[in-house]
């Protein structure tokens, strides 16, 4: 149970590491993942507030967390880049869909950055389908309660 609590906190240190770089970095070192280039729809790739700064501050996170809790800083790194890599992706996608960056679309938002970095959980650390099912539906369930109240404290810039 203690390694599925420890999961979920590398989800939540994935997500909210490049929220906390962000506001203690404001503008600098936001350089945008994408370089500002369009894809073939005209639309941004990811979007600007896709920086090299939050991949950077949610690997280094996760990988310091997963050191601290004895599975070990190179699983952490990938966790994280797996994490982010999730979040890249939704991204991409809602873009495609033409959403705006600060749009919400409810799951596409948490699952990829929960199910992609379980799936490594699983095969590294032998943790069951349904462990990696469960933890990536309640970190996607915890992001969609907490992320409001993070953006009326101040936290967020937008409320999901």
């Known amino acids: 149970m203690l390694i599925l609590l420890a999961l979920?906190?590398?989800?939540?240190?994935?997500?909210g590491a490049p929220v906390l770089a962000a506001r203690l970095f404001g503008q600098r070192c936001s350089r945008p993942i994408d370089g500002g280039r369009?894809?073939?729809?005209?639309?941004?790739?990811?979007?600007?507030?896709?920086?090299?700064?939050?991949?950077l501050a949610g690997t280094l996170a996760c990988g310091?967390?997963?050191?601290?809790?004895?599975?070990?800083?190179?699983?952490?790194f990938m966790f994280g880049i797996l994490a982010l890599l999730g979040d890249l992706l939704s991204s991409f996608i809602k873009r495609r869909l033409g959403l705006a960056a600060s749009a919400r679309a409810r799951w596409l938002d948490q699952l990829p950055e929960g199910l992609l970095p379980m799936a490594l959980a699983w095969y590294w650390l032998g943790v069951s389908a349904w462990q990696v099912l469960a933890v990536a539906?309640?970190?996607?369930?915890?992001?969609?309660?907490?992320?409001p109240l993070l953006y009326r404290w101040g936290v967020r810039r937008q409320p999901h």
């Open 137 to 147: 539906v309640l970190f996607a369930m915890a992001n969609i309660w907490v992320s």
């Open 64 to 76: 310091l967390f997963a050191h601290g809790a004895g599975l070990g800083a190179g699983f952490g």
């Open 38 to 55: 369009l894809w073939r729809d005209g639309r941004p790739v990811f979007g600007r507030s896709k920086t090299w700064r939050g991949l």
């Open 8 to 15: 979920f906190v590398l989800l939540v240190l994935a997500n």
